[in-house]
């Protein structure tokens, strides 16, 4: 029985169209094929450009493997009007869209949300893009760089007086891709449960990032409280740092519960602060900060980084170390929990992250990764649009395809 309910997907039997290019949409196009939607993809005829981005191999990213995979690649040249209709008559077979470009420009193409929704009043229609569809900064170009310091998100983030520190990733696409994805979801199931129609998903990359700020709104609307940059700690909650130790290495320690606390304190050699009244609860720790982080610090760089752990495991602390990728391939939590899969690129073995969240009974899964360039478009045209083999070498030769 468990091997028939792990067979099954909760979006099979979806049709997803995914027109864009480079991060947020094909993210949101890749988990949503992972967990058993039909995801065409719809590229230019020379391809997403995220296939040539960072680390390549014979001409094509590693990353474009992982993004790519589960995903049917269709050529388009969406400028030639011949392309648009193609485009469109896929659309008309599809429950869902995605799409992430500058607002406006699907329209301009005929393919707007209003026009499918006339053949087509079932379709989720997913848009993604820097400040949204509606707004004076509607038609802005918005790149997650850009809007991730919009949001307010950047800002937080640094020390003080310095310049505001950029994570090496484009987390405000990743981000938008996910909230697109949930999106996309919710307006299945209520299609499913209620109006049978479809509806707009608008997601902006700047608001995506906004949900991540925590008490930043409300602390500011209640008491003019702006959050400032805090450098590796979190502003009002102790102790929670990066701290360096002997050996050069570092650890994270997350030590402000009340009995945390009193167990860190103890097993770094201080019962003074560990029972100090002035520390007992969180408030007070605050007001002490520097005291604290003094005596973690240089508890810290009087032992090595094991040791540290080994000792904070122990006394039932939260502590871990700084990975970085290399790091993550070795720890054996990461592969007992299936953190990384394995595809096979021209016989030649690349290993690829799984895609979250994990479920029970019906789990996702790579069926295979991202291929070459419009290797589907056939297959495509022939089975859901039935254009003749003649008809599809001549679209190719006429360079729609």
């Not at 992972?34 to 040539?52: H, M, N, S």
């Not at 760089?145 to 505001?164: H, K, L």
């Not at 982080?293 to 602390?317: G, P, R, T, Y």
Request: aromatic letters at 6%.
């Amino acid at each position: 029985m468990q091997s028939l309910l792990n067979s099954r997907r909760p979006l099979d039997g979806v049709r997803v169209i995914e027109i864009g290019q480079l991060l947020a949409g094909p993210f949101a196009g890749c988990m949503l094929g992972y967990f058993g939607a039909e995801v065409i993809k719809i590229e230019p005829p020379e391809g997403d450009p995220i296939r040539g981005w960072r680390v390549l191999e014979n001409g094509t990213s590693h990353w474009w493997r992982s993004i790519g995979r589960n995903k049917k690649s269709i050529t388009l040249d969406l400028k030639k009007p011949e392309a648009q209709k193609i485009a469109r008559q896929l659309i008309d077979s599809a429950d869902v869209v995605i799409e992430n470009f500058r607002p406006g420009v699907m329209e301009s193409w005929g393919l707007g949300p209003e026009e499918i929704k006339k053949t087509n009043p079932k379709i989720v229609y997913a848009r993604i893009s820097g400040y949204g569809q509606t707004g004076p900064y509607a038609t802005k170009p918005g790149f997650a760089s850009v809007c991730e310091g919009m949001s307010g998100f950047r800002y937080v983030n640094g020390f003080p007086d310095q310049a505001p520190v950029r994570p090496n990733l484009s987390i405000g696409d990743t981000i938008s891709g996910i909230h697109a994805a949930l999106g996309i979801a919710l307006a299945l199931l209520e299609r499913e449960r209620n109006s049978g129609e479809g509806q707009v998903v608008d997601v902006a990359l700047y608001e995506s990032m906004f949900n991540l700020m925590e008490a930043v709104v409300p602390e500011f609307s209640g008491a003019g409280v702006i959050r400032e940059p805090s450098g590796t700690t979190v502003t009002g909650i102790v102790p929670t740092n990066t701290y360096r130790c002997k050996n050069g290495k570092y650890v994270v320690i997350g030590g402000n519960g009340d009995s945390i606390f009193q167990r860190l304190m103890e097993v770094a050699g201080h019962p003074e602060m560990a029972h100090d009244p002035r520390m007992a609860n969180n408030a007070g720790r605050v007001k002490h900060e520097l005291e604290i982080d003094n005596a973690l610090a240089a508890w810290c760089m009087s032992k090595d980084a094991d040791d540290i752990l080994q000792l904070l495991e122990v006394a039932l602390v939260p502590a871990g170390p700084i990975y970085n990728v290399h790091d993550m391939f070795a720890d054996p939590h990461f592969n007992e929990r299936g953190m990384f899969e394995s595809v096979e690129i021209n016989g030649k073995p690349l290993k690829i992250p799984a895609i979250l969240p994990k479920l029970s009974d019906t789990p996702g899964r790579t069926d295979w990764p991202g291929g070459n360039v419009g290797s589907h478009t056939q297959e495509i045209l022939q089975s859901l649009l039935d254009f003749s083999p003649e008809k599809i070498q001549e679209l190719k030769s006429a360079g729609i395809i």
